[in-house]
């Protein structure tokens, strides 16, 4: 089964409103395996609507389309709908009462403009709309046999919908009556989707490893398994296509630990999961860290305070977080957490010895188990060649040692900032797990 999914409006075309529509739309179909191979954008201009639906529905068998069909005159999808099927608009009796009946309720006079939504192509049907005075449209349309014929295994006909494009009508109206027909002609298959979520290592070098493990990135393994990069975090999709859910779902949890025994603890969680709720998770499970609850303190340079923004995310924190120093200037570093004055002058601000004075003395201070530090360069400016904008030396003082490493970020202010802050994260789940950094 393959879906087209056609979104229409100028707010849409010009930038001014997210299309959320077809995102949405494409969870559903994908859910009862139903592919949509397209997503097409139009503005309100119905010959770009006409030509959108003629290009479409050769290729698929659903085209599902939301927006203009309102009462107004740049609502005019039921006119290019209509002029695709080569029919006249006619007036769908019912509706139109339904319309009028709606308006004498509010006590409101009905505009004559409002008579326009109770118009469908002749052969085509009315979608009823329950929270809403936009009927939906649909209608069947025959891709012409050349081009069907031109295209291996695309199908012959095409059912359309047209729906409104205010996403609370338009859900409504999709999950009652536009998924009903999509389901009944899947062939009963399932896609179900996991995401596992890393940090650390380039998307380049995760791929890697996953090709060295059973080559689980291949073009048409089911399922499939495809990366994505948001803010640092380098994401596994995986998608099983299969006839029945629990056979989607037995393939979906195989995959899964290939993809697991591939990258071992790299994997830090999965879906809705975030770093800072993982490391939380940790922290309210570790021995010590209870023993010692409030477990963490922080001190921090370029980052600002985010690391301790990140760890006070959770709610549930106090059990963990004791307390933060933003130690900004050289002399907050020595007047705060006693960073010697001399270690400042001889190795610089942004160095190993003085992040890792700095985690001692933020642990020294607060009497926290964990103190992590952050010392960097966010730029734009400040860079030198030895020391480029993106330097940034992250520490960790546990009970038993300090760590601290260098590490060079890319990107802007906001990016190198983001990503210190998950790094230092990062260093303290891996202690937390009892683990080596595995970068
Ligand atoms: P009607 O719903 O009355 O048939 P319409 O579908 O064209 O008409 P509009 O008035 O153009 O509705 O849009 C209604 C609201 O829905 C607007 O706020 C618009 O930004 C929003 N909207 C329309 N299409 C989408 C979309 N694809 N994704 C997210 N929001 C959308
Ligand atoms: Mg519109």
New binding site residues.
Partial sequence: MRAIIL??????TLG???????A?ISRQLAAVGCNAVRHL?VG?AQSDIESAIRDAVPLCDFLIC???????E??L?RQALAAVMGMELELDAAWMARLEEFFRKLNRPMSPLNSI?AMVPRGATLIENTV???AGITATIQASADRATSLHGVPLECRIFC?????K??KVMFTRDVLPHVQAAGGGAVILSRTLHTFGMGESNVADLLKAHGDLMQRDRNPSVGTTVSEGVVSLRLNARFPSADQAARELNATEASCRAALGDLIYGQDHQTLPAVVAGLLFEDPLARKWAPAVATAESCTGGLLAKYLTDIPGSSRYFRQGYITYQNEAKTNLIGVPAELLAEHGAVSEPVAEAMAKGAQCQSGAAFALAITGIAGPGGGTLTKPVGTVCIALASPQRVQVRTFVFSGDREMIRDRSAKMALTLLRFQLLGKPVPF
Avoid: F, K, R, Y
């Fill in positions: 979104s229409i409006g100028d707010e849409l001014q409103t997210v299309d959320t529509n077809s949405w954008t309100d939301s927006g203009g069909i309102g009462p107004t740049d609502d999808t939504q809403g005075t936009a729906m409104p494009g205010v996403p009508e338009m």
